[in-house]
């Protein structure tokens, strides 16, 4: 893994809500977040998930990790997450959701009901509650970012439920960016394969978090980036006004 070298900026008391945040991808968002002097909060659906996540974290885990175990998958369950983070943070800046994994096996003509409901609509339901209760809720220092893949964009044979959820995801972004007009700032990353703690890819996972990072330290209006590799990871932080090391 290498990881383009730049400045981070200071996000220091910066409230940020990285839902997906134990994941492969969501590890690289809150690296950066807490690199960059941010409250991180990320909630996940289970103990053992956050047991884990603190312990793969080791030192990087310090007070400003503040790690829930919170069911957020459903539209009560989000907002109830969000107005205790306001409760008891004082208020949110920015969300950024990497929420959800890779699904694959069947053609469209043979996926189950099953399938449909774990790739479509539990991943759809979750991001669409996270949104509508942060959305509101944001204070305008920050930004609400979507992680999606390249699978929004392009059919993948035997993993068509995959493309179709995160091609929404994308709209969904549009329409909420559209809405907000000047008053709230929505971005999505749409990344290539990702070198994580699992894989190796084009993008490197803590890139995706400095550009995540960058947005919401940045006054950018709402775009969609993507995110393939080192160039476009440099060429994004150049035009959030980022400074990149040479
Ligand atoms: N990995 C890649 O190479 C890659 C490439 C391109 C795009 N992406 C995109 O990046 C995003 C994150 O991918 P990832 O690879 O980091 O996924 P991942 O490792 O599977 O992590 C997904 C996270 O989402 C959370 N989650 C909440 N509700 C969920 C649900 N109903 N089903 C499954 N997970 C749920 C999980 O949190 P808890 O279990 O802790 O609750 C988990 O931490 C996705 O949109 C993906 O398409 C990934």
């Known amino acids: 893994m290498s990881e383009t070298p730049w400045t981070t900026p200071e996000l220091i008391g910066h409230r940020v809500l990285v839902p997906g945040g134990t994941g492969a991808v969501g590890g690289g968002v809150v690296r950066a977040f807490l690199a960059a002097g941010a409250e991180v909060i990320v909630p996940t659906r289970s ?21 829930i175990v919170h069911d957020y998958t459903s539209f009560a369950g989000a907002q109830d997450l969000v107005e205790q983070i306001v409760h008891f943070r004082g208020g949110l800046d920015s969300v950024v959701a990497p929420i959800g994994g890779w699904w694959q096996g069947r053609t469209l003509a043979e ?45 993948v044979p035997g993993s068509g439920l995959v493309s179709m959820e995160q091609a929404a995801l994308l709209m969904m972004q549009r329409v909420a960016a559209a809405e907000a007009a000047e008053s709230r700032r929505v971005f999505s990353l749409v990344l290539g394969p990702v070198s994580t703690r699992h894989a190796e890819g084009t993008v490197d996972a803590g890139d995706v978090g400095r550009v995540a990072v960058a947005i919401s330290a940045g006054a950018t209006p709402s775009s969609s980036i ?13 035009q959030l006004a980022i400074e990149v090391v040479a």
């Open 111 to 155: 996926v189950t009901e099953e399938d449909w409901h774990a790739a479509f609509t539990e991943l759809a339901t979750t991001h669409m509650a996270v949104l509508r209760a942060a959305l509101p809720r944001l204070s305008d220092k920050g930004a609400y970012t979507i992680v999606v893949g390249d699978s929004a964009t392009w059919p």
């Open 226 to 238: 993507g995110l393939h590799g080192p160039d476009e990871v440099k060429t994004a932080l150049d």
């Open 47 to 67: 103990e053992e998930r956050s047991i884990e996540f603190r312990t793969l974290l080791g030192a990087v885990a310090d007070e400003r990790l503040h790690l």
